[in-house]
């Protein structure tokens, strides 16, 4: 019986302290913006991997005061028609770019040929920052040797 009302006092001691932490209170006020992408936006877009310096970019103009300080990171991924899963397989290890701040509404980068991308029409770009946004489809032909 003891047990049992000790651990009981445990519990409810250790839900206050993770419910009052400012680590969760902070996220819960955080305001979440998502930028429309403006670049790529076509389908008809063809880039190729190797040392060319891309873009992409962004609206700025209904930025959230709270937001106004906060840095991106542009991933790159690809669609799988084959799959029914809505996974945009983003390459984690590899950001294409990262810390620039989202008030620029722009960010380069270079589709390195040590990515050994394969040639793919069902790449998109996620810009990160207050939340995920994709980009349309583009295709990426593979570094020509």
Known sequence: MRFSTVFTFFLVSLSQLVYSSPILASREEEVVWSPTITYPI????????????????????????DARNNTGVIMLGYLDDNST???????WRKPLACGFPLTDGIAYFTLDPSRNL????????????????????????????
Request: proline share 2%; charged share 20%; with cysteine.
């Open 42 to 65: 076509g389908n008809d877009i063809v880039w190729q991997s190797g040392n060319t310096v891309y873009n992409m970019t962004w609206e700025t103009d209904n930025i959230p005061e």
């Open 85 to 91: 899963s809505s996974d945009e397989h983003l390459d």
């Open 118 to 145: 394969t040639t793919r029409d069902s790449y998109v770009l996620c810009l990160l920052g207050d939340s995920g946004n994709i980009s349309n489809r583009l295709t990426i032909q593979a570094a020509q040797a």
